[in-house]
């Protein structure tokens, strides 16, 4: 009677949910919203200080409050005044096209280190200098190959 009465109140709680099983979902694997990313690189300070106010709600703020704020015009004169990178020279492009096939391939010679390394100290005013660390060298070519597609289009 008493193993009886002990099945009887075992199933009227799982019939409840109180013996139910513990949740084996982890708290952490709760989905995120993903971020709103652009793909627009930042050219100077300009674009800086717009994806602040952007961010910040600023932007959206004072183009509810006036329709013209100057806002275009000076991130124009920021992104001119102060440049994360000098535009390449005709002589660069050539340069680079001459070599750029090559960031394909994920095959440099010394040589060819040494050509991007010299370009990519006169664009971004650096100090790079060979290196055996292929992510290293992957990463000046990308900025470089940036570079050469903002040139031309």
């Not at 409050?65 to 994360?84: E, I, S, V």
Request: charged letters at 30%.
């Amino acid at each position: 009677m008493e193993k009886e009465q002990q099945t009887i109140s075992e199933s009227n709680l799982s019939e409840q949910g109180a013996l139910a099983k513990p949740s084996t979902k982890n708290s952490s694997t709760t989905t995120k919203k993903p971020r709103k990313t652009t793909s627009k690189k930042a050219v100077g300070l300009g674009d800086v200080v717009e994806k602040v106010t952007e961010a910040t709600g600023i932007k959206s703020l004072v183009k509810g409050l006036t329709d013209d704020c100057g806002c275009d015009a000076r991130k124009d004169k920021l992104n001119r005044m102060f440049r994360f990178y000098e535009p390449l020279t005709e002589e660069q492009k050539k340069v680079w096209e001459g070599i750029r096939h090559r960031f394909e391939d994920n095959v440099v010679t010394a040589t060819e280190q040494n050509i991007i390394n010299g370009l990519y100290n006169e664009v971004f005013k650096a100090r790079a200098k060979f290196s055996r660390c292929s992510p290293c060298v992957v990463r000046r070519m990308r900025a470089l190959e940036d570079v050469y597609q903002l040139c031309v289009s």
